[in-house]
């Protein structure tokens, strides 16, 4: 545990610095767009994700320290806050504690701003304070608890939106019909629960996939778009296709799971990010290259399609009133 412990730590000071330098001082660019046929589109930032990926190759970290999965976790929350919701509304934040429940952040907010700087000072330095900060959330769904990788949620509203992820670099078909199968079961627990959040599953695959076993992906890419399409399942799917130039991440099984906590909600867990090691941008200059085979994605996998799907469906579902700047950015898409 300590290694997956000291993996993540290091991962973390990595993501933090790409985000950041995606996002200076905060500003993101808005990721919509509009053809000349008037036809808006959802553009992702793709040299940042290729970035966040290139950290557990750099790390040598295997999928049980959970390491990989966390790179697309994080890309997806960035892309959250690209489309406008706030840095407190998507977890995991850009910054310890990755779960701040949005009443923690108010009451912050309206402190004073010497009680303010105690308390956010507090909170900084706990790895995690039991039922207020953690690393990862739980949702009970209609008959279990299921650890959520991306979520936009706070106690008013109960949870807008749910995103899982999973990952699979190696094995593909040993691997493939155990992670669709639950899938598949995690989207009728959390929908049938909470039908009015979108509810979206992310699958990241080495694209040697398509060379080593090209029946297992294609059969993997037609079970992902089903998963998209059915009533009572995701709202939408998506694919990262990602192609490595040196070794892979080593698929040794599913990423390690934390005990199933009494309570439904965050569970406490240590992610203090330590002191990088070594000069952190030397480091992020010489990651591994990745790159995203979108030529081989289905469109209805296309993970700008999955973006523009989720953000409208959280928008949809709620009154103009709330998320502003995300329905703001939507209206104003730059012309292409």
Known sequence: MAGEKTAKAKAWALFDRIVERAAPGGE???????SADGKRAYQPDYDTLCQLLGVPLWL?????????ALALDVWLSYELRRAGFGADQTWPRPQHPRILPASVANLLEALPKKDAAAIRELIKKEGAITGVTSASAKILGKNYLKQVDVIITDWSTGPELLI??????????????????????????????HPQAAL??????????????????????????????????????????????????????????????????????????????GDVEK?????????IRLDATPEELNPGRFLAAMV??????????????????????AQL
């Open 28 to 34: 993101h660019t808005n990721p919509w767009s509009r």
């Open 60 to 68: 040598k970290a295997n999928t049980q320290s959970g390491v990989p």
């Open 164 to 193: 899982s992820t999973k990952r699979m670099d190696s094995s593909f078909g040993k691997n493939a019909p155990n992670r669709v199968e639950e899938s598949y079961g995690d989207a009728k627990n959390l929908r049938l629960r």
């Open 200 to 277: 979206g599953f992310v699958f990241g695959l080495s694209a040697s996939a398509l060379v080593e076993e090209p029946g297992t992906a294609e059969w993997l890419f037609d079970l992902l778009a089903k998963l998209g399409q059915e009533d009572d399942a995701y709202h939408a799917t998506g694919l990262v296709l990602m192609e490595y130039s040196g070794a892979a991440v080593v698929d040794d099984g599913e990423e390690g799971e934390d005990g199933i906590p009494e309570e439904p909600g965050v569970e406490p867990q240590d992610d203090v990010v330590p002191a990088a090691d």
């Open 283 to 291: 480091t992020i200059a010489r990651l591994p290259k990745v790159k």
């Open 312 to 333: 409208d469906r959280v928008l949809s579902a709620t009154p103009v009133t709330m998320h502003k700047a995300a329905r703001k950015r939507r209206a104003e898409p």
